[in-house]
């Protein structure tokens, strides 16, 4: 059974009824009555409940969701997503940034094999193109819900594993192989989730997806790895601290 929502509606108001919902359950959510993780009940029983039509309550809900409070899962239905991650643009890895936060973060490794370095990637890590460099494709997770695909390319010999690779962070087994990563180039973006990446995101096709490209540095100035990452908006911001010159 899902969590009973005390929802109070004024029908003669010109605010349309799903709105009102919408309104109210997020802030059950503000004010802590509803928790993450904490399941709503089905949209026929809500429905029943507030005596209102099922597409009313699909509207209320879908808004919610669109606004990364909610969140829809097969098999459990529709619940309270967890805290937003909130990053600070640094020189750390996600994994890094998750166990700061207290969050214990887990890893599914996807793939990790050597590929030939076309132009793009060939150029940014500084090897002819063609030249074998080491693939790893990674869904990252914070508190059991899907959080971010990883894509990183670093040179060969890099040493990694996939067991290494579920079980601890990329920067941590860089710095515990003796690289000393120094400064990176980032850039920040944002567009839509393709069919493929919606379905390793438990995301609708076409929710928003932050992204971020970064090619980090050893202190030798060598390229030591390249990473395309995208990221769900509706569980993930970056932080900028501004200061003025």
Excluded: C
């Amino acid at each position: 059974m899902g969590t009973r929502l005390d929802i109070d509606l004024d029908r003669s108001s010109p605010v349309p009824l799903y709105f009102q919902v919408a309104e109210q359950i997020a802030e059950a959510i503000r004010r802590g009555d509803l928790t993450p993780g904490a399941r709503l009940d089905n949209e026929i029983l809500l429905a029943d409940q507030l005596g209102l039509s099922r597409p009313t309550i699909r509207q209320a809900i879908q808004y919610l969701v669109d606004k990364g409070l909610l969140v829809r899962k097969r098999g459990v239905g529709t619940q309270v997503v967890h805290g937003q991650v909130k990053r600070s643009v640094e020189l750390t890895s996600l994994y890094d940034d998750l166990r700061r936060a207290g969050q214990e973060p887990t890893t599914r490794v996807l793939s990790l094999r050597p590929v030939g370095a076309d132009e793009a990637i060939a150029g940014v890590l500084g090897v002819a193109a063609g030249t074998e460099v080491l693939h790893l494709e990674r869904v990252r997770y914070a508190g059991g819900e899907p959080l971010a695909l990883l894509h990183n390319w670093l040179p060969a010999g890099a040493g990694l594993t996939s067991e290494a690779l579920a079980a601890r962070g990329l920067y941590e087994l860089l710095r515990a192989a003796g690289v000393r990563m120094r400064v990176a180039n980032q850039r920040i973006g944002a567009r839509a989730a393709t069919p493929a990446e919606a379905r390793l995101l438990d995301e609708r096709r076409g929710a928003p997806l932050l992204t971020m490209v970064r090619t980090t540095y050893d202190d030798q100035g060598r390229a030591v790895e390249h990473g395309s990452h995208v990221y769900r908006a509706s569980h993930y911001s970056l932080e900028v601290t501004l200061i003025e010159r």
